[in-house]
């Protein structure tokens, strides 16, 4: 019966049990059908990492797959109910789980990131208008998110999630900014220091919650996905009261196209803990008396490319760290950036940069792209 209908899931997204396509699904292990089955996008995700199916193009996969809404083929009604009504009661990104996403995703090695993403360690969506290369579309958003915010030199700057300070390097460098980075991940803070020695710039291990001063603008890139849906109107409130009355924010981040209070079960347990996909709803909620918004930028579609160059310098690169992670690592992190691909070409998921200006700013602002 399992197998009868999860193989009736893929032939109705174009993919074929065994099949010839670069798209198709091998089966090794027959008990794939029953663990999918019940255990839904988990299911699926840890018979990959266990090595119960190959596929030769993950991304491409997904991106067939998803444009029929498997889980909603799949998932038990009453199950869903429950986690729904779960997610509503229990607050997994309050402040005292702030550092669980620093320690469990990026603390697991400044080696494998450095040999994944471009050199000045971004580790976002990159803008590839123009560009040829990863390291030149990572240096393209840089630069259009200090134009969005009209950066001028002397300006100082809160970037919300600063990562190993690739924002603070660049906006400091290119536009003599002074930048104050937080981040909750202790090899981000410790790393991002030394590669902005020189600069006017400061990187603190700390939660956003903290930060009680002022600043003339403030960029929050990629870290919004990890506030979770009940802290929302809180990181909002936050960043308004950190906010000088004529600077602007800049939320460049993750989104969903529908409005959600769950998360996909597989990516919670391996690769981001307490984090949700926010949609445009919750986030024009969460902003209401506090910000206008003037100018929301979909660039969505780069994020496939991005992920697809991520993979190709991990994969390009395994050999150097094959021995500290082990196989069933590889399968993962392959899956991660292959699955996440496939749903940004998908049109699934898309990343928006948002600025946003406090209620009563008189200044006129010009959209840039």
């Avoid at 390291?135 to 200090?146: G, H, N, P, R, V």
């Avoid at 970037?159 to 924002?167: A, K, P, T, V």
């Amino acid at each position: 019966m399992a197998k009868k209908f999860i193989q009736d899931v893929l032939s109705s997204a174009g993919i074929k049990v065994n099949g010839t396509q670069p798209w198709d699904i091998h089966i090794k292990n027959e008990r794939f059908y029953d663990r999918t089955l019940k255990k839904g996008s988990l299911g699926l995700g840890e018979s990959y990492m266990d090595g119960w199916w190959e596929c030769d193009r993950i991304d491409e996969f997904f991106y067939r797959l998803i444009q029929t809404d498997p889980e909603a083929k799949i998932r038990n009604n009453k199950k869903m109910l429950f986690k729904i009504l779960a997610s509503n009661l229990i607050n997994k990104s309050r402040k005292s789980k702030a550092y669980e996403i620093g320690e469990k995703h990026y603390d697991i090695g400044n080696e494998l990131f450095s040999h994944m993403l471009d050199k000045r360690m971004v580790y976002t969506c990159g803008y590839w208008k123009d560009t040829q290369s990863l390291d030149e579309a990572q240096e393209a958003k840089l630069d259009l998110i200090c134009r969005k915010l009209q950066l001028k030199p002397q300006h100082r700057v809160l970037d919300i999630g600063c990562g190993w300070g690739s924002f603070a390097k660049f906006a400091a460098e290119k536009y003599g900014a002074h930048v104050v980075g937080v981040t909750v991940s202790k090899e981000q803070a410790e790393l991002g220091m030394n590669m902005c020695k020189g600069l006017p710039v400061e990187l603190r291990l700390q939660d956003y919650r903290d930060v009680k001063e002022k600043f003339d603008h403030i960029v929050s890139l990629g870290m919004f996905e990890h506030v979770g849906f009940l802290n929302y109107h809180t990181y909002m409130k936050v960043a308004h009261n950190c906010l000088k009355d004529d600077g602007l924010f800049l939320l460049h981040t993750i989104g969903n196209i529908k409005t959600q209070t769950t998360t996909d079960e597989w990516m919670a347990k391996y690769i981001f803990p307490n984090s949700h996909l926010p949609s445009v709803k919750q986030i024009s909620s969460s902003l209401e008396r506090l910000f206008r918004i003037e100018d929301l930028h979909n660039i969505g579609t780069h994020y496939d490319t991005t992920l697809m160059a991520w993979f190709r310098n991990f994969d390009a690169n395994w050999h150097k760290l094959s021995h500290k992670y082990g196989d069933r690592f590889y399968r993962m992190w392959k899956y991660y950036l292959l699955m996440c691909a496939g749903l940004f070409r998908a049109r699934s998921l898309q990343l928006w940069q948002i600025v946003l200006s406090k209620k009563g700013s008189v200044r006129e602002y010009a959209s840039v792209r």
